[in-house]
């Protein structure tokens, strides 16, 4: 071990999956281990297939990142079955969490993924600074939108109810002392920001909001769009990411296509 690596201070990271090919949870918990492996020496909570998945990355071995696997996996997503075996997964997570803090000089703890605030362990009793996030889920479309939308009306009610459903998870005591514990709570909303300080977080931070930082050089943004006018009056390209169900908004980039076919517009 490096003298540099051996002067890091240590942290346990806790993410479902870390992988450097993948997108969503497990592409999530590989790029913020990488960043935090710049200031800490990681000790990695997480399911078997990840230390697969990182054994070819140079990285790993030279900031000596340490694997706890857990024995439990996550299958699938789908409700119940997916959320009971995340809760299980998180049960065994933190047992491994305890042990390991218990057998090197761990000075914290970053629980990265699953992003939702509506599944944490009791971290508060592991009796070691921890912070959570970024946590996501907490978003909600306003009312008129959704009911003026064609889409079918178990949607609207389900989507109607989310603000609803998310402010109910406030009330749950193990929720709220995990929460309140907290030494931070990132979210990557504003809505789920709210959310999360109704459940008892005192510090937080939005870390990917869909917002630019105040103030804004207005001017600067102006130029730059009307350099892209010609451009996009010639051919545009949308992207659009999500499930093809509702709730993922579809609906939303199929509007913007044939807007844009109307006006004229060549569109891929």
Partial sequence: MSSEM??????????????????????????????????????????????????N????????????????EITTWKIPKGYLQYRAWLNEALAISRQVSTQFPICGLCHVTLGSFRFLPRYDRLGIPYTIGPLGGGECSPLR??????????????????????????????????????????????ETERVVRRMGARKTAVVFPDSFDDPVDSEKVNARRSSQV????????????????????????????RRALAAGLGAD
């Fill in 6 to 55: 051996a002067a890091k201070p240590e942290i346990i990271v806790v993410t479902s999956g870390i992988d450097p090919s993948q997108g969503s949870e497990p592409g999530k918990g590989w790029w913020w281990s990488c960043a935090l492996s710049e200031y800490f020496r990681l000790h990695l909570v997480t399911q078997k297939g990840s230390r697969h998945a990182c054994q």
């Fill in 57 to 72: 990355e140079s990285l790993v071995e030279k900031e000596g990142w340490t694997f706890h696997p857990t024995q439990r």
């Fill in 145 to 190: 939108f959704t009911w003026e939308r064609p889409v079918p009306l178990q949607h609207k009610i389900a989507e109607s109810l989310r603000p609803v459903l998310n402010n109910s998870f406030a009330l749950l005591p193990q929720l709220r002392a995990c929460l309140s514990s907290a030494k931070m709570v990132l979210t990557t909303s504003r």
């Fill in 230 to 257: 010609d451009g996009v009056k010639k051919r545009i390209r949308l992207l659009w990411q999500g499930r093809p169900v509702w709730w993922k908004g579809p609906a939303l980039a199929l509007t913007i296509l």
